[in-house]
Nanobody
Framework: QVQLVESGGGLVQAGGSLRLSCAASGRTFSSYRMGWFRQAPGQEREFVAANSGSGGSTYYADSVKGRFTISRDNAKNTVYLQMNSLKPEDTAVYYC????????????????WGQGTQVTVSS
């Protein structure tokens, strides 16, 4: 079982920045595709960003492209989400997820999920 723990959420004013971190316990972290998702109250969970095991390929939702950057440090078993130019509509619980290609497809294409960290952006 892979354990994922998010951190770095908080309250920030519009236009500000936050960096989220997700620490993983897996021994084969470098083989995982890592993703960030978010869920606002009453809304469905939505994709935010993802990167490949090497970090060489990145993917972003149109709503965050140009403002958010996903990165990873495989030596630290950690994936990051740098969030700049934050908007009130970015307010949500942010979840880290891992895709292990040795396993079958899980929820939203991922196998493991963290518990989430709250990001609140005020006007």
């Amino acid at each position: 079982q892979v354990q994922l723990v998010e951190s770095g959420g908080g309250l920030v004013q519009a236009g500000g920045s936050l960096r989220l971190s997700c620490a993983a316990s897996g021994r084969t972290f470098s083989s995982y595709r890592m993703g960030w998702f978010r869920q606002a109250p009453g809304q469905e969970r939505e994709f935010v960003a993802a990167n490949s095991g090497s970090g060489g390929s990145t993917y972003y939702a149109d709503s965050v492209k140009g403002r958010f950057t996903i990165s990873r440090d495989n030596a630290k078993n950690t994936v990051y989400l740098q969030m700049n130019s934050l908007k009130p509509e970015d307010t949500a619980v942010y979840y880290c997820a891992a895709r292990d290609f040795a396993l079958g497809i899980g929820p939203l294409g991922y196998n493991y999920w963290g518990q989430g960290t709250q990001v609140t952006v005020s006007s």
